[in-house]
T-cell receptor, first 114, second 114 residues
Framework: DQQVKQNSPSLSVQEGRISILNCDYT??????FLWYKKYPAEGPTFLIS?????DKNEDGRFTVFLNKSAKHLSLHIVPSQPGDSAVYFC?????????????FGTGTRLKVLA | KAGVTQTPRYLIKTRGQQVTLSCSPI?????VSWYQQTPGQGLQFLFE???????NKGNFPGRFSGRQFSNSRSEMNVSTLELGDSALYLC?????????????FGPGTRLTVL
């Protein structure tokens, strides 16, 4: 039972354009969400997070949007750069902690074309 | 500050053997989590240790076990290896038990079971 879903395994975007990565979740108890970026042969790197009390969080070129009613979050990267090419994982958690600390999606491979 | 380190980086074993993986968290971090990453499955949570105690556990068989030492270093053991255990094993550390703490990942140990 995949509680956190990233339905697009891959995405290609032109340099300078917007990249939108999507994530859906099923557990209404989740109240904290994160995005991680992963390059080959490296561990995931924390990118940005959002608490369920907010609907938007911005950090430079990265913005995460949360739609609780739709149980959907998205990561916007503007403008996209070739160095953003990586696999992006969304993760969710509930407080107080249940069985898991974070539940991760299966990842979306972003390719930014120069 | 040094990041999360994992040893060894690569490991090849045969079915039926056992293996021990090691993780040294960021200095001062007391929480260590382990994840298994396989193609198409994202990061699957194995377990989390905090102050030498297993605090959370994922849905993995008893062949997967772990422990944490007083210096917060952690080891993960897999006994009676199966072909399906081939994966990238990642460990992540965070500073304390608040759920909003960012997890910092190591580079992972790539385990291949022949």
């Amino acid at each position: 039972d995949q509680q956190v879903k990233q339905n697009s395994p891959s995405l290609s975007v032109q340099e300078g354009r917007i990249s939108i990565l999507n994530c859906d979740y099923t557990n209404s108890m989740f109240d904290y969400f994160l995005w991680y970026k992963k390059y080959p042969a490296e561990g995931p790197t924390f990118l940005i997070s959002i608490s369920s009390i907010k609907d938007k969080n911005e950090d430079g070129r990265f913005t995460v949007f949360l739609n609780k009613s739709a149980k959907h979050l998205s990561l916007h990267i503007v403008p996209s750069q070739p160095g953003d090419s990586a696999v992006y994982f969304c993760a969710a958690s509930a407080f107080p902690t249940g069985t898991y600390k974070y539940i991760f999606g299966t990842g979306t491979r972003l390719k930014v074309l120069a | 500050k040094a990041g999360v380190t994992q040893t060894p980086r690569y490991l090849i074993k045969t079915r039926g053997q056992q293996v021990t993986l090691s993780c040294s968290p960021i200095s001062g971090h007391r929480s260590v989590s382990w994840y298994q990453q396989t193609p198409g499955q994202g990061l699957q949570f194995l377990f989390e240790y905090f102050s030498e105690t297993q605090r959370n556990k994922g849905n993995f068989p008893g062949r997967f076990s772990g422990r944490q030492f007083s210096n917060s270093r952690s080891e993960m053991n897999v006994s009676t290896l199966e072909l399906g255990d081939s994966a990238l094993y990642l460990c992540a550390s965070s500073s304390d038990q608040r759920i909003t703490d960012t997890q910092y990942f190591g580079p992972g140990t790539r385990l291949t079971v022949l």
